[in-house]
């Protein structure tokens, strides 16, 4: 009689784990199924029985990456002060993007030829746009800022996602300092460009 299949939740989690440690350290270049069910102790017909296939495997890394990053987001908590709260949120945006370059270009960059987010998949990441856009209306609200809130959200996580992405190029300057200057310069040139008349 043949062996059960153990599908469990705890294998989907290791698996998955496994992806996105492995696009971490190997980059998107490096990742196979067959690496990651290796470093996930399983065989490929698993991984493929769990995520469909590795378009399924790479759309539940891309969910993974937007439940870390409104964690993330989440954590930095509200104060009395709306504009220091959605720079702290600007700068925790900055901060995973640091610590997380492949996944967030898996979240931001399209770069598997087989996965294309649709219309169900920006749905499932909502909850960051949300949590952006009600640090903005606060900021609205307190007359800092003027416009249409989600407007504003877009504006400022599309400058965010570009000054991260030319910092993890190497293109924002050499040494910390410089890089947390300029980055500084375009927060403080998009809020007043936001800001009312």
Excluded: N
């Excluded at 769990?50 to 509200?78: I, N």
């Excluded at 960051?128 to 989600?150: F, N």
């Excluded at 407007?151 to 190029?169: C, F, K, N, R, Y």
């Amino acid at each position: 009689m043949p062996r059960a299949k153990l599908r469990t939740p705890e294998l989907r989690d290791r698996v998955l784990h496994a992806a996105v440690t492995m696009l971490a350290e190997e980059g998107v270049v490096g990742f196979t199924a067959r690496k990651v069910a290796t470093a996930a102790s399983t065989s490929v017909p698993a991984v493929y029985e769990l995520f469909g296939d590795k378009a399924g495997l790479v759309r539940e890394v891309y969910f993974e990456g937007f439940r870390h990053l409104g964690r993330a987001l989440a954590a930095t908590g509200r104060t009395d002060d709306p504009r220091a709260d959605l720079t702290g949120l600007l700068a925790a945006f900055r901060i995973f993007v640091r610590e997380h370059p492949v996944l967030a270009d898996v979240m931001f960059s399209r770069p598997f030829a087989d996965f294309d987010p649709g219309p169900a998949e920006l749905r499932a990441t909502a909850s960051v746009r949300t949590l952006i856009t009600g640090h903005v209306q606060r900021c609205v609200d307190a007359g800092q800022l003027a416009g249409d809130p989600t407007d504003i959200a877009h504006v400022l996580l599309a400058l965010a996602q570009g000054l991260a992405a030319q910092e993890t190029a190497g293109w924002l300057g050499r040494s910390a300092a410089t890089r947390d200057r300029r980055w500084s310069l375009a927060v403080r040139a998009a809020f007043a460009g936001l800001g009312p008349a």
